[in-house]
């Protein structure tokens, strides 16, 4: 038995196309990217806050932040660094607004 090739010049093919077609508003296109990259988004989330309320939700607030700001995404940039620096960002801001309330 033989396994499928790994293909990376496909997936990347097909992940701008449905960025693309998230752009242009199809929300299954992003529900898609979003499914793709859930998964290793909130584990990597979860190493930095040890916390899993927390790091769903800064994974939810990443998404809809990259939703929000699918404009600004430009072609032939990497998607999946995009939006772990979006979390990023998210998880820092918490970070800061977490140390100013107390």
């Known amino acids: 038995m033989r396994l499928a090739s790994f293909e990376p010049d496909r997936l ?3 992940e701008l196309v449905l960025v693309r077609q998230a ?3 199809d929300r299954a ?3 898609v990217l979003v499914e793709r990259y859930w998964e290793r ?3 990597w989330l979860f190493h930095l806050t040890h916390h899993r309320q927390a790091a769903e939700d800064v ?3 990443t998404f809809l932040k ?3 700001s699918l404009s600004s995404f430009r072609a032939g940039t990497n998607f999946r660094a995009w939006v772990f620096r979006i979390a990023f960002n ?3 801001n918490e ?3 977490a140390k100013r309330a107390r």
Request: avoid cysteine.
């Open 41 to 43: 988004l909130y584990r």
């Open 95 to 97: 970070q800061r607004e």
């Open 90 to 92: 998210t998880f820092v």
């Open 12 to 14: 990347l093919d097909d």
């Open 59 to 61: 994974a939810q607030e």
């Open 29 to 31: 296109a992003f529900a």
């Open 23 to 25: 752009q242009e508003g």
């Open 66 to 68: 990259a939703f929000a």
